[in-house]
């Protein structure tokens, strides 16, 4: 084996180049391994643990790899992705420099922070956490967002919130200790203050411009006309009637709408949509005639009525008095429903206030036109008895035609409301007295159906008979005595008694039943005139030839006076001293 043998002279002697290169190669000026200095460099490999970055000097630097993991806008760094760090220090066994990501994000957080603060700039940052009174925001370090300056509305959901970035103003900033307030709200009124300024300066009444449906109500929407809001009442959406803005318009939706006017110091923008297509009541009264039929489709019911669609956009009324012949009132959703189509008749237009009156019934015959081919006065009905008032009672003949049974034609009875002989629900046959198509009209009378009881009563009497009766009313000039039922007879005062009496009142009673002499009969006028005076008489006479009709035949007057004469008794004197102690 042999021995390596060493060169003395070549060992010991070391050219200027090699030492330069000596030096370059393991040692490094002050400047490039000052701790704290931020480079830039180039990811040039990734481990499992670290990230190896050219910044150009003799030696790469190494970042751990979870301060990208973990940084504020965490991301899987890649070759030749360039990066910023700060050096912190180098290590010599292993040559190579030690950087953090970490604390060159946080200077470069603090640099915008400050920039923001002092020259009213913004920052962008990702909201972390919910805290007590507000969020957590990391710009590249943490800081603090109030609740009060989250959105320039309240925030219904903080929860939403959490992982959005934003941008936000700088209201608080100290570099010592690292601490900044940010705002949202001051950024958006900023951005929302140039948008508005923006849009103003460029808005004309008249001019057409697109936007974007933000919110609905029940007054209009809200439509997003490049940043500032503007109204679109519901008047103005269409040229038919709505219910809501619902029934056109959704939110999200981009339309194009015609700006009607503009108030930029109240920051007031009124739009329209409608006025993107004709107005269809400019040529309204040349379309509709009076009395002109048309078809139209009902769009709403309502307690006064029903509206119907004649044409996109235009609607007119039929008043509840003008859905159905009948007199009852009936709602409109028991005879219609809505989108069903129906024929009216136009009743009235109304170019400047925009209205139509319209008439279901008038598009058909009247009942009573079709009733009254089939019937006439002195026909016998029957019907149902719908209602009951003071002065009478009305009958359904047929649906839709009801009649009239006034109270003096229900009975021949003096009657004091019709409840007393008819009721509600009962099936009642009645005679038709008169048909008035024009009044709409149709008279009944129930007791017609038993004949003329007047007739009959002329017919079986005659003055001189004498009657039974019961006083049913008293007045001033004498009373009136039932005679039977439905006939009535009047008595005077002069005709009451032999004496005389003022007041009927206090010699008879309502309900006394008397006999009665008929002394006077107008078949005409349907009155009778009783004398109660004359009755007596006569009952007398009558009770007299009775008793003379029982004597015998061979009795004179003499007898007949000696027999009255015998009932005569003298008075006797302690009775009239008696009766002329109770006088006095």
């Known amino acids: ?34 701790p704290g200095k931020l480079v830039k460099g180039k990811v040039i490999k990734v481990t499992p643990s670290h990230v190896l970055v050219d910044i150009g000097l003799k030696s790469e630097g190494v970042i751990p790899l979870e ?56 920052v962008t940052g990702k909201i972390t956490e919910k805290i007590r009174n507000g969020y957590t925001v990391n710009v590249g370090i943490n800081t603090f967002l109030p609740d009060s300056h989250a959105d320039i509305r309240v925030v219904k959901d903080p929860e939403k919130m959490i992982g959005q970035s934003f941008k936000f103003k700088v209201i608080k900033f100290d570099r010592k200790t690292e601490n900044a307030v940010l705002s949202r709200k001051l950024f958006l009124q900023d951005e929302k203050e140039k948008k508005r300024r923006k849009v ?79 107005d269809p009541w400019s040529n309204i009264a040349e379309k509709y005639k009076t009395g002109q039929k048309l078809t139209g ?55 400047t206030t925009k209205r139509i009156s319209l008439g279901l019934k008038q598009s058909s015959p009247h009942p009573l036109e079709i009733f009254k081919q089939k019937y006439n006065a002195g026909s016998h009905v029957k019907g149902k008895i719908t209602s009951i008032t003071d002065f009478g009672a009305f009958m359904e003949i047929e649906p839709g035609i009801e009649g009239l049974i006034h109270i003096s034609d229900i009975s021949w009875e003096k009657i004091k409301h019709p409840s007393q002989k008819l009721k509600v629900g009962q099936e009642a046959e009645a005679v038709i007295l008169n048909i008035d198509v024009e009044k709409q009209k149709v008279s009944l009378g129930v007791k017609q159906l038993e004949g003329d009881i007047w007739e009959d009563f002329f017919a079986r009497h005659k003055p001189g008979d004498l ?66 005076r004359q009755a007596q008489m006569d009952i007398q006479k009558q009770d007299y030839q009775r008793y003379m009709d029982t004597q015998d035949d061979r009795m004179t007057l003499g007898d007949l006076m000696k027999d009255q004469l015998k009932n005569i008794h003298a008075p006797k004197k302690r009775a009239n001293k008696k009766e002329e102690k109770t006088d006095d």
Not at 2 to 27: C, R
Not at 78 to 90: F, I, K, N, T, Y
């Open 467 to 532: 009657v039974n009766v019961k006083i049913v009313r008293i007045a001033d000039f004498g009373l009136f005595a039932e005679i039977t039922p439905g006939i009535e007879g009047v008595v005077f005062l002069s005709e009451l008694d032999d004496r005389k009496i003022d007041n009927p009142a206090e010699a008879f009673k309502v309900g006394e039943e008397k006999t009665a002499k008929v002394i006077k009969l107008n078949p005409r006028d349907k009155k009778i005139s009783l004398s109660f």
């Open 1 to 34: 084996m042999s021995e390596i043998t060493k060169h003395p002279d070549k060992d010991e002697k070391m050219t200027s180049e090699d030492y330069e290169h000596l030096l370059d190669k393991y040692q490094f000026s002050a400047k490039e391994i000052s």
């Open 200 to 278: 103003f300066s460029h808005l004309a009444q008249g001019q057409k411009v697109k936007g974007l449906v933000r919110s609905l109500t029940s007054f209009g929407a809200f439509v997003d006309i490049g940043g500032v809001e503007g109204l679109l009442h519901i008047s103005d959406i269409s040229w038919g009637k709505l219910n809501h803005p619902s029934e056109i318009l959704q939110v999200g939706q981009e339309l194009e709408v015609v700006i009607l006017d503009f108030n930029e110091k109240d920051e007031k923008i009124s739009l329209g949509f409608k006025q993107l297509t004709p």
């Open 67 to 122: 301060e990208f993991l973990e940084s504020a806008e965490p991301s899987q760094p890649h070759p030749g992705d360039e990066v910023e760090a700060v050096l912190q220090r180098s290590d010599p066994r292993q040559g190579y420099f030690i950087l953090s990501k970490k604390i060159a994000d946080v200077l470069k957080a603090l640099d915008l922070l400050e920039k923001a603060f002092n020259y009213q700039s913004w």
């Open 297 to 351: 489709k009902v769009t709403s019911l309502t307690d006064f009525g029903a509206f119907v669609e004649l044409e996109k956009g235009v609607e007119g009324l039929v008043h509840v008095s003008d859905l159905s012949w009948s007199r009852k009132m009936i709602h409109p959703k028991k005879l219609l429903a809505t989108g069903q189509e129906v024929t009216v008749t136009v009743l009235d237009v109304n170019p």
